[in-house]
């Protein structure tokens, strides 16, 4: 079993935070997953032309294209503490940043290098779990987004899981959960994100599931009063 288990480690570190050849092909192998997940995190946040959008372990920076392509005049800005991530992100969006409506930078969640009310948006796609403490990471998106500023984070697995998972997901979800409990690798529900939102200053904080999709997609948003 080492044998399977040594390259998901290395595969599931990755995601955590991608680094030098592995991580290269990690970000482009979550461009692939992540897509739908990420149509559907769009549709949920609806995207007003102007948005200045912040998106928080943008990773290799489909989201920040997906929603750049949605909005002819706001500005995007991808931040991830990942510096192979920061590269991919620029390299695939680099006419929309030579256009000067893209920034792509190497930062931490955990403190956000953003003036107060500097956005209109801040998204975090796929990224929560991993985030050494999660109220941190509220707080400062909060701090940085405007009033009545939207922040919405999305998960592919989640404890809103249902149906009947297949074998491959069964697996991966037993993987994930021994970690969380060994690592703190954050798996929650949809409850569970709008009362920690609630708790960092947000209101109106709601979450749409898709219970079947994946290990259970959540995506949580809350306004900035
Ligand atoms: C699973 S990937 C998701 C990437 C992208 N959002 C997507 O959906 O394809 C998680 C990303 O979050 C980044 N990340 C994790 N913790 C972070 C932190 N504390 N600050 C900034 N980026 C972080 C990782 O480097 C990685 O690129």
């Given amino acids: 079993m080492g044998v399977i288990h040594k390259p998901l480690e290395l595969l599931e570190d990755n995601f955590k935070k991608p ?10 192998l979550m461009t692939v997953q992540h897509r739908t997940l990420t149509d559907w995190t769009i549709e949920q946040m609806g995207i007003a032309d102007g948005d200045d959008i912040l998106d928080i372990g943008c990773g290799s920076g489909m989201a ?15 931040i991830d503490y990942s510096p192979v991530m920061v590269g991919l992100a620029g390299k695939r969006n680099a006419a929309t940043i030579r256009a000067g409506r ?20 801040v998204t975090a796609i796929e990224t929560f779990y991993f985030w050494p403490d999660a109220m941190r990471g ?15 984070v999305t998960l592919e697995m989640s404890r809103e899981a249902s149906g009947k998972p297949s074998l491959v997901q069964r697996y ?32 109106d904080a709601r979450f749409v599931a898709e ?15």
């Fill in 64 to 78: 920040l294209g997906l929603m750049a392509a949605r909005n002819a005049t706001g500005t995007l800005t991808g």
């Fill in 19 to 28: 680094t030098g050849f592995s991580g290269r092909l990690v970000g482009h």
């Fill in 102 to 121: 893209m920034t792509v930078q190497h930062g931490d969640a955990m403190n956000l290098p953003f003036e107060e009310a500097s956005f209109d948006q």
């Fill in 138 to 152: 509220l707080k400062q998106a909060h701090r940085v987004l405007r009033p009545g500023g939207q922040m919405v």
């Fill in 172 to 203: 991966f979800g037993r993987r994930f959960t021994e970690r969380s409990a060994r690592e703190g690798l954050r798996i929650v529900s949809g409850a569970d994100l709008t009362g920690m939102l609630t708790e960092a200053g947000f209101i």
């Fill in 211 to 225: 219970p079947t999709r994946s290990l259970g997609w959540v995506c949580a948003l809350a306004r900035k009063p």
